[in-house]
């Protein structure tokens, strides 16, 4: 493939050793995440009508099993969501520890259809928008402006329920903290969330702006409409279970604790709206 | 000002020889079981036979191997080269197979590549569009032509 002249965005950080948790300077940081943003809103422009992974057969594409869970491609959320879970708990069960197999906190994948249903997200039909399941500083090219130049590993790219395509990129220290969870003990735990907060908040606007451009520039508003509410969904309901249950990935015991009270949280406050 | 791409590849300079993890020693076996000439061979062939060679330095991550190839008429390629699997934190999650994956993440490359957004217009406004704050451009939703847009470009690999 040809050669694109860039480093990895999160290696040049850390290379560079600047200030704490920004791509550059605070212009270049801005800049680097609304063009993230961007890439974000561009990729859910396209859709198809099932889940799973981009197949090529000559000059046409389709899709398949998805990369992951290498099933699929799954009709609805639902059919997802059910491979979903059972690919990470089969994945805990082999590499986790027992502090992690053990812990009642463990049950946080067996929530997560319940509440999703509870919280008006878990059966969906298409269409499905892209997404990259991977998407961060540790797979973007960039150069020494911190102007992105390249996307590299794409095969965590799949056409995905609305949820996944609206996630923040968590992994690039965009990260929602769990539901109804107040830190007032670990100072740099406070102090992280203090900084992460305004980010969210900002990158969730610049998301709001790629979408608003989308909707304001295409003649045709059916090919735009399915993302009109991708912005919102990025702070909902839906969105937090998600998060949850992409968290338990991590095999992290004090994760799963987290995360298990934040589902009994969102839970009693779904009943309590009833 | 920053240096970037290959000029910082480190070969496997990452790693520690006799770490006990590894790492170092998959990155050297498979460096060294590569038949580099025949893949000289087929990117050449692949490029209308223009010669090329191999740069000195490789990069090294915890999946993929990459190296440069250098064409006499000036293009550059990378080679990607899937390192064999490892266990524990460095394991990859995917269920799908290897050969299946690389397809699918060549399939992925193809359809961006030649499938460009919705709009032509609004893919390049995005790929140039300065951020302008929420109370900002509630106001200009009207005036999409008067958006201040900078330089950028838009490539990916």
């Known amino acids: 493939m040809s050669y694109i002249h860039g480093t990895v965005a999160r290696k040049l950080r850390t290379t560079e050793q600047g200030r704490a948790g920004l791509f550059g300077t605070v212009s270049q ?12 809103v561009q990729l859910a422009l396209h859709t198809f009508d099932r889940i799973g992974s981009i197949y090529q057969d000559g000059d046409s594409f389709t899709i398949g099993p998805e990369v992951e869970t290498g099933l699929g491609p799954f009709d609805n959320s639902a059919q997802y969501w059910k491979a979903l879970v059972r690919h990470l708990l089969k994945e805990a069960e082999a590499e986790a520890g027992p502090e992690v197999c053990e812990s009642p906190s463990f049950k946080v994948p067996y929530m997560f259809a319940d509440l999703m249903q509870l919280c008006g997200g878990y059966v969906a039909s298409g269409p499905f928008s892209l997404v990259n399941r991977d998407f961060g500083a540790h797979n973007l090219l960039v150069n020494d402006e911190y102007e992105i130049v390249g996307l590299i590993d794409v095969d965590g790219v799949l056409a995905a329920p609305k949820e996944m395509v609206a996630r923040f990129p968590d992994l690039t220290g965009l990260q929602r903290e769990t539901p109804g969870h107040v830190e007032t003990e670990n ?71 987290r995360w298990m009270d934040g589902y009994e949280y969102l839970r009693r406050k779904k009943q309590n709206q009833k | 000002m920053a240096i970037v791409g290959a000029e910082v590849w480190l070969n496997n300079s990452n790693y520690e020889q006799g770490a006990g993890d590894g790492l170092y020693e998959r990155a050297t076996n498979f460096f060294d079981a590569i038949n580099w000439d025949t893949l000289i061979t087929l990117a050449s062939k692949a490029h209308a036979d223009v010669s090329c060679h191999l740069s000195e330095k490789y990069s ?18 990378i080679v990607r080269l899937r390192l064999p699997g490892l266990d524990g934190v460095f394991a990859a999650h995917e269920t799908l197979d290897t050969t299946r994956a690389m397809q699918v993440e060549v399939a992925t490359l193809n359809y961006l590549r030649y499938f460009p957004s919705v709009s032509a217009r609004l893919s390049r406004l995005m790929s140039r569009s300065e951020y302008i704050p929420r109370s900002r451009y509630r106001r200009s939703l009207d005036m999409t032509s008067t958006l201040v847009i900078s330089s950028g470009p838009r490539t990916f690999s």
Do not use: C
């Not at chain 1, 991708?230 to 702070?235: D, E, V």
């Open chain 2, 60 to 77: 090294l991550g915890n999946f993929n191997l990459v190296r440069q190839i250098i064409f006499a008429d000036g293009t550059l390629w």
């Open chain 1, 29 to 40: 940081d801005r800049r680097f995440r609304q063009q993230m943003a961007n890439i974000q």
């Open chain 1, 187 to 257: 100072p740099w735990a406070m102090e992280r969330i203090r900084k992460t907060a305004p980010q969210l908040d900002e990158y969730q606007n610049m998301v709001d702006y790629a979408v608003t451009q989308a909707l304001a520039e295409e003649s045709n508003w059916r090919k735009v409409w399915h993302i009109r509410d991708m912005a919102s969904l990025m702070t909902s309901d839906t969105g937090s279970v998600l998060q949850g249950l992409t968290s338990f990935a991590f095999h992290q015991k004090f994760v799963n604790d």
